[in-house]
């Protein structure tokens, strides 16, 4: 849309208001005194956990470590319920976090950022939402979430279905699917929720599994008040923990090979790490090269197999629900799905051996001839990872540089955190950032943008960017370190894999968050090396 209305002058502007734009709103404006607007095109704050109001929502991060570490005030005030935090806890939280510093009136809700464009003689972002109002800005702060642009997949005859579609993502508030004949699509950490949620309110849940993923129990429990007054009273030692870590999932991360202990050592650690939940737990704290040796994977996997075996009642069911290969996906966590597929009103389809046909205007027709009759067909489909929320707007750099061009399919940038040719403009979980627990990884982000923010204020730099060089470089350093585990060895979203037409590409620093904060100390105490500026 053509900029139409006089630009409104600001120092920065934040897109977003999840975990990352909220802090990065905190930090401009509260911390640097810098004038900043926030934006997000939901109407209100909580980003990731505004939109996914799937019934059964819940964070795969153990409670205590799944917030802000920044303000003791707001640790000591924090409570929590249960072992994990439901979407609607977080959400509630995030909230809180935005009245308490009062943040507030720096968003603007509702609005939609179309286009960022760079202008080269003023040094300055010019910023326009849908509603064609304009900003100029010194400093732009993407805080988009990497898994908010829906993957909605075209099924072929779906706008000829007379019952309802819904994304997770996009999930109604309160809409209650009690007594309807429901299918979902999509069987990964937003599906095993779902299905786990629906299965008893529904009448009938067909389940189409294209691949079924190694899932662990999550381990939800009860917490008192004893427990959490004990996380309050060792929050810096758990904070230093959490940071200095590789996930940043708040256990200690083991470092023993699996083949080195005794077959029977290996069944009793992993028997322990079962019981106790917790799919992080499971890949990373049970030995130490799950995720890189092949054979210390295949351990773990034959030993999840093993468990879904033991649940599923019928045979030809836990057939279709039995990963096969590699524990080599974002580990899963679950609260009981394998066991719902032992309901009767709950089926399994495997759309890999019996492909979805068509949806016709009663349901969903698979290539055996079988019409699934539906009223409510959900897509828990996933995301367009990383990037996808980047190409959904215009955003051109240097010399009206695109974005789209200048990544052609394959996102990079320096640290996570920045692209050359897009001077003072910042992502938050940018393209090559930290695979982990993600609130530990934007804190150190968002802190490390707003004080490389503070030094240009204070030297008068025009403009910070990286150089091609060290983006290059950067690129082979996540390449090469993902080149080392087993991730790289399947297909998933981590690679930009589930998205027909998409490129594959490495889109994580893998290499843990401690070493992550280490180079961007060293990155910093060097003179911001590999950035110049003017
Ligand atoms: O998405 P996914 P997600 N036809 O891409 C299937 C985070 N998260 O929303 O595996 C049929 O993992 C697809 O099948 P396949 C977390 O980081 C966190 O579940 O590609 N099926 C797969 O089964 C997570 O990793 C929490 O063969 C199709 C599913 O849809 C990330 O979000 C909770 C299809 C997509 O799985 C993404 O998880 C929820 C098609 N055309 C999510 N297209 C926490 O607990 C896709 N699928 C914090």
Known sequence: MPAHSTPQIVDAVVIGAGFGGIYAVHKLHNELGLTTVGFDKADGPGGTWYWNRYPGALSDTESHVYRYSFDSDLLQDGTWKHTYITQPEILEYLEGVVDRFDLRRHFRFGTEVTSAVYLDDEAQWEVTTGAGTVYRATYVVNAVGLLSAINFPNLPGLDTFEGETIHTAAWPEGKDLAG????????????????????????????FVRTPQYSVPVGKRPVTTEQIDAVKADYDRIWTQVKGSSVAFGFEESTVPAMSVSEEERGRVFEQAWQHGGGFRFMFATFGDIATDEEANEAAAAFIRSKIAEVIEDPETARKLTPTGLFARRPLCDDGYHQVFNRPNVEAVAIKENPIREVTAKGVVTEDGVLHELDVLVFATGFDAVDGNYRRMEIRGRGGLNIND?????????????????????????????????????????????????????????????????????????????????????????????????????????????????????????????????
């Open 406 to 534: 200048h990544w052609d399919g394959q996102p990079t940038s320096y640290l996570g955190i920045a692209t050359a040719n897009f001077p003072n403009w910042f992502m938050v979980l940018g393209p090559n950032g930290p695979f982990t627990n993600l609130p530990p990884s934007i804190e150190t982000q968002v802190e490390w943008i707003s004080d490389t923010i503070d030094f240009a204020e204070r030297n008068g730099l025009r403009a910070i960017e990286p150089t091609p060089e060290a983006e290059a470089e950067w690129t082979e350093t996540c390449t090469e370190i993902a080149d080392m585990t087993v991730f790289t060895k399947v297909d998933s979203w981590i690679f930009g894999a589930n998205i027909p037409g998409k490129k594959p590409s490495v889109l994580f620093y893998l290499g843990g968050l401690g070493n992550y904060r280490a180079v961007l100390a060293d990155v910093t105490a060097n003179g911001y090396r590999g950035f110049e500026s003017a």
């Open 180 to 207: 309807r004949r429901v299918g979902v699509i999509g069987t990964g950490s937003t599906g095993q929720q779902v299905i786990t949620a629906l299965a008893p309110e529904v009448e009938h849940l067909t389940v």
